[in-house]
């Protein structure tokens, strides 16, 4: 498989050679979405609470008489039906939201994604992806002259040049090759490999 190499203008220069297994797979659609899904649902913290008839604040007294009055018997005002009554089944922090999916196919919809962004055009290689200093500027800067806007870039060596510069872009996120994640990869537009990146994700995801 051939990506094709960019230099620091944005053009293309030249092609790299990658593999087959990782970015000339077919698109599974069924398994990407499983992935994207499993992904969002594992990074979910269970802090949602809601009060059950027993945690609501209310008063014990029956609200109004048992009979005479042609309305349902009701006992006291924290029951589920009342408006302002406790939930029947309220959710807790301990709620589970995780969702297992095997390694393997894990890694068949990260080479599925990085498939069809080289197919799509919206994976492009670059030698190296360097700042002089920890500038917002510097970077926003050199974007400019790529000719790139909202980006993520998959470096293999994340310095602290990059990660300071990059964190106030609202449109960039740089990530070294084994934090790349399937949510990330198909929220951004355009992704920016290094040639280290490459090497390091066809190693990780052999």
Not at 47 to 60: A, F, G, M
């Given at each position: 498989?051939e990506?094709?190499?960019?230099?620091?203008?944005?053009q293309?220069a030249?092609t790299?050679?990658a593999s087959d297994?990782?970015?000339?797979?077919?698109f599974?659609?069924a398994l990407v979405?499983?992935?994207?899904?499993a992904?969002q649902?594992?990074a979910?913290?269970?802090?949602?609470k809601q009060k059950?008839?027993e945690?609501?604040?209310h008063s014990?007294?029956?609200?109004?008489?048992q009979?005479g009055?042609?309305r349902a018997?009701?006992g006291m005002?924290?029951?589920p039906?009342?408006?302002?009554?406790?939930?029947i089944?309220?959710?807790?922090?301990e709620e589970?939201?995780?969702?297992?999916?095997?390694?393997?196919m894990?890694?068949?919809?990260?080479a599925?994604?990085l498939?069809?962004l080289?197919r799509e055009?919206?994976l492009?290689?670059?030698?190296?992806?360097a700042?002089?200093?920890?500038k917002?500027?510097?970077?926003?800067q050199?974007?400019?002259a790529?000719?790139?806007?909202?980006?993520l870039?998959v470096?293999?060596n994340?310095?602290d040049?990059?990660?300071?510069?990059?964190?106030n872009l609202p449109?960039?996120?740089?990530l070294?090759a084994?934090?790349?994640d399937?949510?990330?990869?198909?929220r951004?537009p355009?992704?920016?490999?290094?040639k280290?990146?490459?090497?390091k994700?066809e190693e990780?995801l052999a």
């Amino acid at each position: 498989m051939e990506l094709k190499l960019i230099n620091d203008q944005g053009q293309a220069a030249a092609t790299v050679t990658a593999s087959d297994a990782l970015f000339g797979r077919d698109f599974n659609e069924a398994l990407v979405h499983q992935v994207v899904v499993a992904y969002q649902a594992n990074a979910r913290a269970g802090n949602r609470k809601q009060k059950d008839r027993e945690e609501v604040h209310h008063s014990t007294k029956k609200p109004f008489r048992q009979k005479g009055t042609g309305r349902a018997r009701a006992g006291m005002t924290s029951s589920p039906l009342w408006r302002g009554g406790g939930r029947i089944f309220p959710n807790t922090p301990e709620e589970n939201f995780t969702q297992k999916v095997n390694r393997k196919m894990y890694r068949a919809g990260l080479a599925a994604i990085l498939s069809q962004l080289a197919r799509e055009d919206r994976l492009v290689v670059i030698e190296d992806f360097a700042i002089e200093a920890p500038k917002t500027r510097l970077f926003a800067q050199k974007l400019k002259a790529m000719g790139l806007d909202s980006i993520l870039l998959v470096t293999d060596n994340l310095d602290d040049n990059l990660a300071l510069a990059s964190r106030n872009l609202p449109n960039v996120l740089v990530l070294e090759a084994q934090q790349a994640d399937p949510v990330s990869l198909v929220r951004f537009p355009k992704v920016i490999f290094t040639k280290g990146a490459v090497a390091k994700i066809e190693e990780m995801l052999a």
